[in-house]
Every structure is written in C-alpha cells, then in structure tokens.
C-alpha cells in the first residue's frame, strides 16, 4: 500500500461517463481517492453517500473527490446517477489504479478466498500521498477526513 510520501502513480481509468481519466488530473488544491469494494452495497452506499453529503466542504478548501472501484462503467454510472453522486467515479476494471496503490488484498468471507480492494483512502496533495486510512471503518469517515484537511 503506498505510504505517505510516496508520489502518485501515473495510471488512469475511465470515469462514469467512459473518459479516460488520469489521477494525477483531477486534484485541484488536493485530491482524495477512496477506494471501495463494490458499487450499490451497503458499506459502500453509505461511504460514497458521506462523501457527497460532505462535497461542498471539500471543493471550498479546494479538495477534489474521487472514488474508485473495479466496477464496470456501466456499474459506476448506475450508481453515480441513483445517490447523486457530484464527483467522479473511476471503473478500474483492468486494477491498474488498485494495484499501483496496493488496495488489492486476499479476502475470507465465509472461508472461501478471494482477492478484492480493502476499502482505503489517500489524501494526495502536491502530486503525492499525504495521509493514508487503511482499513477504513464507514461510519465517520468521510467527516474524519475532512477534518483531517
């Protein structure tokens, strides 16, 4: 997992609308980058639902959002469109951006194995990752990050 200090790659997805996106891009003060597991479940509703509610607050102190998961476009479109999402979400299906953070971890739900993102965030200021929340618990979190700026 990239460590405070380290510069951000320079990898890119395509958004919610399909557009080529690159990280390094869309920072405007500062950038943070949450990545979840999955689009339209609950953890990950609630999370993005914080993020939006705190968006204002964000963009005054000129922090831009951005989350990010190995949903397809599709998927990312359908979700950003049903919460009002007013930030992009980037459909890292090829993992590219997951795995030059190193949010892809081994999973055990009900004791079968698999590999999947640990929902982590990164505050990028100056093209480099400032402060990292691995492991992220949802309740709060988008408000500890905000307060964290």
């Not at 890119?12 to 689009?39: C, H, N, Q, S």
């Not at 609630?46 to 509610?53: A, L, S, V």
């Amino acid at each position: 997992m990239l460590q405070p200090g380290a510069r951000v790659p320079n990898v890119a997805a395509k958004d919610d609308e399909g557009t080529t996106v690159r990280l390094r891009d869309l920072g405007i003060k500062a950038l943070v980058v949450y990545f979840y597991p999955r689009a339209n479940t609950p953890g990950c509703t609630n999370e993005t639902i914080q993020f939006r509610d705190l968006n204002p607050k964000f963009a005054r102190k000129g922090v831009a959002v951005v989350g990010v998961s190995r949903d397809t476009v599709a998927a990312q479109a359908n979700f950003k469109a049903k919460y009002d999402v007013p930030f992009p979400l980037l459909a890292d299906v090829d993992s590219k951006i997951c795995d030059a953070f190193g949010v892809i971890v081994e999973k055990n739900m009900y004791g079968k194995k698999s590999l999947g993102i640990q929902r982590s965030t990164f505050l990028i200021e100056d093209g480099a990752v400032t402060k990292v929340w691995p492991k992220v618990k949802v309740e709060g979190h988008a408000a500890e990050v905000l307060s964290s700026l």
